[in-house]
């Protein structure tokens, strides 16, 4: 980085940002204190929305989990990235453990079968998926599948169920 001048350093940018850019999405409550914004997705399985991108098909959620099991198995046609903010989770077809303070990365075409064992009482993981997730049977049937759009499907539902109103998840979607 450049060294600057003491009397600029604090100067913010004197130009206009581009007009068609979209603006910037700041959550100073990324893990929610209103129960309400967690989207329920399957029995103690909800996802809070961070970034829903229409635009590039990603999306940026909080994942929780508050009861052991098998939660889903899927495959994806892109990269995948995560991190572990509380618990932890396995794939049954890896021998690695994803803990507490893990950085995962799901390279495409990765299918795998994500487990919370039961010494788990709460997971939390902050995931980036691109693209799709294809839900399959053991032999790589199709099940079913999520994206951008079925996310904020998901969201415009819970929300305007729950009191928030359907226009809730605007805030999130780029």
């Given at each position: 980085m450049p060294v600057q001048a003491d009397d600029h350093q604090r100067m913010p940018y004197q130009y206009p940002q581009p007009a068609e850019a979209a603006l910037e999405i700041v959550e100073p409550h990324a893990l929610p204190q209103d129960e309400r914004i967690w989207v329920p997705q399957a029995e103690n399985v909800d996802f809070r929305p961070l970034c829903l991108n229409v635009s590039q098909g990603y999306w940026v959620n909080l994942l929780r989990v508050r009861k052991s099991g098998v939660l889903s198995r899927h495959r994806h046609p892109n990269p995948v990235h995560g991190m572990v903010l509380k618990g932890k989770w396995r794939y049954l077809e890896h021998d690695w453990e994803a803990t507490?303070?893990?950085y995962v990365y799901e390279p495409p075409g990765e299918t795998h079968t994500l487990v919370v064992d039961e010494d788990v009482e709460e997971m939390i993981t902050l995931f980036q998926v691109n693209g799709v997730m294809y839900y399959v049977d053991p032999?790589?049937?199709h099940l079913g599948y999520e994206d951008v759009f079925t996310k904020i499907d998901m969201c415009r539902k819970?929300?305007?169920?729950?009191?928030?109103?359907?226009?809730?998840v605007d805030r999130f979607i780029r």
């Open positions: 507490e303070g893990s032999w790589g049937k819970h929300y305007e169920a729950c009191g928030l109103g359907r226009d809730y």
